[in-house]
């Protein structure tokens, strides 16, 4: 019973690495994250103000506050 348990626990992994590790595991971590995210201070690439990410106007690479959007 326990030799299964570990069987299926390196199973899980391989199939975890064999997929580059992008497998979303815990959402509680992914929604903290994103909230982090979403509070960061990106600047403003025309005038260099600081605004958070969930303010800011994303253009490919690139930030723009509300001014510059
Ligand atoms: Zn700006």
């Given at each position: 019973m326990f030799l299964k348990i570990v069987l299926l626990i390196a199973l899980v992994y391989i199939l975890y690495r064999a997929f580059g590790g992008k497998i979303?595991?815990?959402?509680?971590?992914?929604?903290?994250?994103?909230?982090?995210?979403?509070?960061?201070?990106?600047?403003?690439?025309?005038?260099?103000?600081?605004?958070?990410r969930k303010e800011a106007t994303k253009r490919g690479d690139k930030f723009y506050c509300e001014d510059c959007a």
């Open positions: 979303e595991l815990p959402k509680a971590k992914s929604k903290e994250s994103k909230e982090i995210d979403q509070n960061t201070l990106v600047e403003c690439c025309k005038c260099s103000v600081y605004i958070t």
